[in-house]
């Protein structure tokens, strides 16, 4: 199989990473080129041990780093939009983190391969990613969640992060009740709830008078995945790990264009 044709599933995607990266199309598309033309050229290799897509983004860091571009000049953050402002904020070290496993997917263990580095420094990256990024974006936040317990448990994790806890429900009612009085700016809600009713009927009624971002965190996935309706960005499944609904509140409120909208 030829270069181009191993690479080109993956190019769209680096292109995508390049400019969140960069805060600009062009220039991410221009490192995105020097990085093709150096494999083409025999410059740089794949390395073997990866698969094609870590390994692309490995050549394309690399191709990054070469050209000193993490000594960034800031001053032309004003012309960006709100995402790309606030990405270009965080240390480039850990923005890099962050991005690999928050917008392309790629495990802690994949990110430390594509960045040279060891896998406990990409989850410290990532975490102080995380910091900035819900310091920046603290907001209200509606827990529709039947379980006492649990509810208690998501309550503290939401804390943690700086954020306020404005509302909790057990049953679609609630949340719609709670959602009138005062208005959420991230909702996390289980779809199972006390009374028998819904969440998912309780969250599709609240995205009819808001747009916020939402989190499922569910002992039934299987109830969301189904192919039948668009399933949710962010689905945690019970039980879950406290660094995990971290990570998706994270990313949730980065990168929601609501959110965005509101930070300008």
Do not use: C
Not at 48 to 71: C, D, K, N
Not at 90 to 118: H, M, N, V
Not at 194 to 222: H, M, N, Q, W, Y
Not at 240 to 256: C, G, R, Y
């Amino acid at each position: 199989m030829s270069l181009l044709a191993r690479l080109a599933p993956h190019l769209p995607y680096v292109r995508r990473y390049a400019r969140a990266l960069t805060g600009d199309q062009t220039t991410g598309d221009n490192y995105v080129r020097v990085a093709l033309e150096a494999l083409a050229a025999g410059e740089r290799q794949l390395p073997p041990e990866m698969t094609p897509r870590v390994a692309l983004y490995h050549v394309f860091h690399a191709i990054w780093a070469s050209t000193g571009a993490q000594l960034e000049d800031k001053s032309g953050l004003e012309g960006r939009d709100d995402a790309s402002r606030r990405l270009m904020q965080i240390a480039p070290r850990s923005r890099q983190a962050f991005l690999l496993t928050a917008l392309e997917g790629f495990t802690p263990s994949e990110a430390a391969q594509i960045l040279d580095a060891d896998a406990n420094d990409v989850e410290r990256l990532i975490a102080e990613a995380q910091a900035d990024i819900d310091a920046e974006l603290a907001t209200d936040v509606l827990i529709i969640e039947d379980e006492a317990i649990i509810s208690a448990d998501i309550e503290s994790l939401v804390k943690e992060l700086g954020h306020r806890v404005t509302g909790t429900a057990t049953t679609h009612d609630e949340a719609v009740d709670a959602v009138a009085r005062h208005r959420p700016g991230l909702v996390l809600a289980d779809i199972q709830l006390a009374d028998g009713s819904s969440g998912i009927d309780a969250v599709k009624d609240i995205l009819k008078r808001i747009d916020v971002p939402v989190i499922f965190i569910t002992a039934f996935p299987e109830r969301l995945l189904t192919g039948e309706r668009p399933e949710p960005t962010f689905l945690i499944t019970k039980p879950f790990q406290p660094e995990t609904v971290k990570a998706a509140i994270s990313q949730a409120l980065f990168f929601h264009p609501s959110r965005q909208r509101e930070a300008a």
